[in-house]
């Protein structure tokens, strides 16, 4: 089964919920898509680690066939390409490597050349593998690094947790559209409420199963409770605000290996998800 | 020389806009002619690279000259390329800015916004 855990807003708890659920599942693979920011393996620690660079592609030019037809420039609907001097010019990280300028130049003088845009970095943690998405430094869209890091996931009928970005735009699509369900992780606060509602109506557009786990809970907060019984949304899982887990975080420990009451918690959350998705 | 103002209305009394790349029109004074045109802004509705679009127009209608309150990275680049020089306009009253500029007051642009203002 494949499982995205996303929440809309940032620091609700995704790579909390997902790293604790990989490990509480023993065999599994972890999918780190957050890849602006992957955090996951601070918590899992993978060790006997290998990477691959990814690439996209870019157009490149030969001056020596370029007719200045521009043709390439008025088809570009992202306008990555300029024409000026009386030849094209790219801005590299406006192009989307849709391929079309190359399709359509008339004279043969568009090729297309590999960009490195980040790494998938691979490694073992326990049971569990740990694919981490890295995107380099000063690179605009994560999507090529999350659809490689989500080749790496198994296809078997073990569990693979997907760790989304935070957000609802396209990186969040991407890493969401293999999933077989989705996990919203909201947090009971007015901005939490607000985003979880923008994920929900996400998933509900892919038409992807989805439960909550209520994380950070402090006391009830009767806004989020009506929304998810209004619109049927089964709440698996509610994780009361704790010292505890706030110390566990800060020193890089899962909650589901350090504390039995915590692996209890995310074993029987595990099953929860597992009982739901099979309806 | 041709000088570029992007303009937030079709007429001479119009303020100049804060934006480059999605101006709603471009105001082309020709010093030679002392001729004065308004070119509607295509790029203004684009999704995305506005900036680049914005800048490729001004490429083509020959001018040597942007006077703009701000400019992007991008835009820059591609107005450098073209060696169009790029002045700091200030405040937004139009005909100030194109007598200030031809007076020698107006300094070159020396800071530019990030080129990039978000692609998914």
């Given at each position: 089964?494949?499982?995205?855990?996303?929440?809309?807003?940032?620091?609700?708890?995704?790579?909390?919920?997902?790293?604790?659920?990989?490990?509480?599942?023993?065999?599994?693979?972890?999918?780190?898509?957050?890849?602006?920011?992957?955090?996951?393996?601070?918590?899992?620690?993978?060790?006997?680690?290998?990477?691959?660079?990814?690439?996209?592609?870019?157009?490149?030019?030969?001056?020596?066939?370029?007719?200045?037809?521009?043709?390439?420039?008025?088809?570009?609907?992202?306008?990555?390409?300029?024409?000026?001097?009386?030849?094209?010019?790219?801005?590299?990280?406006?192009?989307?490597?849709?391929?079309?300028?190359?399709?359509?130049?008339?004279?043969?003088?568009?090729?297309?050349?590999?960009?490195?845009?980040?790494?998938?970095?691979?490694?073992?943690?326990?049971?569990?593998?740990?694919?981490?998405?890295?995107?380099?430094?000063?690179?605009?869209?994560?999507?090529?690094?999350?659809?490689?890091?989500?080749?790496?996931?198994?296809?078997?009928?073990?569990?693979?947790?997907?760790?989304?970005?935070?957000?609802?735009?396209?990186?969040?699509?991407?890493?969401?559209?293999?999933?077989?369900?989705?996990?919203?992780?909201?947090?009971?606060?007015?901005?939490?409420?607000?985003?979880?509602?923008?994920?929900?109506?996400?998933?509900?557009?892919?038409?992807?199963?989805?439960?909550?786990?209520?994380?950070?809970?402090?006391?009830?907060?009767?806004?989020?409770?009506?929304?998810?019984?209004?619109?049927?949304?089964?709440?698996?899982?509610?994780?009361?605000?704790?010292?505890?887990?706030?110390?566990?975080?800060?020193?890089?420990?899962?909650?589901?290996?350090?504390?039995?009451?915590?692996?209890?918690?995310?074993?029987?959350?595990?099953?929860?998800?597992?009982?739901?998705?099979?309806? | 020389?041709?000088?570029?103002i992007p303009v937030d209305?079709?007429?001479?009394?119009s303020s100049v806009c804060v934006?480059?790349?999605?101006?709603?029109?471009?105001?082309?004074?020709?010093?030679?002619?002392?001729?004065?045109?308004?070119?509607?802004?295509?790029?203004?509705?684009?999704?995305?690279?506005?900036?680049?679009?914005?800048?490729?127009?001004?490429?083509?209608?020959?001018?040597?000259?942007?006077?703009a309150p701000?400019?992007?990275?991008?835009?820059?680049?591609?107005?450098?390329?073209?060696?169009?020089?790029?002045?700091?306009a200030e405040g937004l009253r139009t005909?100030e800015n194109?007598?200030?500029?031809?007076?020698?007051?107006?300094?070159?642009?020396?800071?530019?916004?990030?080129?990039?203002?978000?692609?998914?």
């Amino acid at each position: 089964m494949k499982l995205a855990v996303l929440s809309g807003k940032g620091g609700t708890g995704k790579t909390f919920v997902s790293v604790n659920l990989a490990a509480a599942a023993g065999s599994a693979t972890y999918i780190d898509c957050d890849v602006e920011e992957p955090n996951g393996r601070l918590f899992l620690k993978p060790e006997r680690l290998t990477s691959k660079t990814v690439t996209t592609k870019q157009p490149a030019f030969d001056a020596e066939k370029c007719t200045g037809c521009r043709k390439c420039v008025d088809f570009c609907r992202f306008n990555a390409l300029v024409y000026v001097k009386a030849k094209p010019m790219l801005f590299s990280e406006v192009c989307h490597s849709c391929g079309g300028c190359r399709l359509l130049c008339p004279s043969g003088a568009i090729s297309e050349t590999e960009k490195p845009v980040g790494v998938v970095e691979c490694g073992e943690s326990g049971g569990v593998r740990v694919v981490t998405g890295c995107m380099d430094l000063g690179e605009a869209s994560g999507i090529p690094i999350i659809k490689a890091a989500l080749a790496e996931a198994s296809n078997a009928d073990e569990l693979t947790v997907i760790d989304c970005p935070p957000g609802s735009a396209c990186s969040v699509m991407e890493s969401v559209q293999s999933a077989d369900y989705c996990l919203l992780v909201a947090e009971s606060t007015a901005f939490g409420l607000h985003n979880f509602k923008m994920v929900y109506e996400l998933v509900r557009l892919l038409h992807k199963p989805c439960g909550v786990v209520i994380n950070k809970a402090d006391g009830e907060y009767i806004a989020l409770d009506i929304f998810c019984r209004e619109h049927g949304i089964p709440v698996l899982c509610c994780i009361p605000y704790s010292e505890k887990l706030a110390w566990l975080g800060a020193s890089g420990q899962i909650a589901a290996l350090a504390d039995s009451k915590y692996a209890k918690l995310f074993h029987s959350l595990l099953d929860d998800i597992r009982k739901e998705a099979c309806v | 020389m041709k000088i570029v103002i992007p303009v937030d209305e079709k007429k001479p009394e119009s303020s100049v806009c804060v934006s480059f790349g999605r101006a709603p029109y471009f105001m082309l004074h020709d010093t030679e002619g002392k001729t004065t045109e308004y070119i509607a802004n295509t790029a203004a509705e684009a999704q995305g690279g506005a900036g680049l679009k914005a800048a490729q127009l001004i490429v083509d209608c020959g001018a040597n000259v942007l006077l703009a309150p701000r400019c992007g990275q991008n835009a820059a680049d591609v107005l450098n390329a073209a060696q169009i020089k790029i002045h700091k306009a200030e405040g937004l009253r139009t005909a100030e800015n194109l007598a200030a500029f031809q007076e020698g007051k107006l300094t070159l642009m020396t800071q530019f916004q990030a080129g990039f203002h978000g692609r998914q």
